[in-house]
């Protein structure tokens, strides 16, 4: 191999090995902007703790506790913005959810 061609191969090599192991020594992603349906956050063991997705009406955050059980839900349901709120035993502290509204509520709900 010539000097020249060695100035060639060398810096390429490095190169891809460098492109190949990125991934392996920085294990973030950094970006303006996420598009996605839905995106799960795990604990360690496996758990589902943050869940985001389209949900029925809209947008859904589901908050769980550590055995991926839900904490807090906040969605879109049909009548408004609702937050449910569950018990440490997984039951629902609520006879309704409790909806948000952008106006004061309707007056009747059919």
Same mark, same amino acid.
């Given at each position: ?8 191969? @060398? =810096? ?6 460098g ?7 920085? =294990? ?7 598009r ?6 795990t604990?360690?063991? %496996?758990?589902?703790?943050v ?7 809209? %947008?859904?955050l589901?908050?769980?506790d ?11 349901? /049909? ?6 709120? @569950?018990?440490?035993? %997984?039951?629902?502290?609520?006879l309704? =959810?409790?909806y948000?509204?952008?106006? /004061?509520?309707?007056?009747?709900d059919?």
């Open positions: 191999m010539t000097h020249r061609e060695r100035w060639t191969v @060398y =810096p390429l090599l490095f190169l891809s090995l492109v190949a192991l990125r991934d392996k020594f920085v =294990p973030t992603l950094e970006a303006d902007l996420i996605c349906r839905g995106m799960v956050v604990g360690a063991d %496996g758990a589902d703790l869940r985001l997705d389209g949900g029925r009406h809209g %947008g859904r589901e908050l769980n550590g055995q991926g059980r839900p904490l807090v839900i906040l969605e879109r349901g /049909a009548k408004g913005g609702a937050v449910i709120t @569950y018990n440490s035993r %997984g039951e629902s502290r609520n309704e =959810p409790t948000l509204y952008d106006t /004061a509520p309707p007056e009747s059919p």
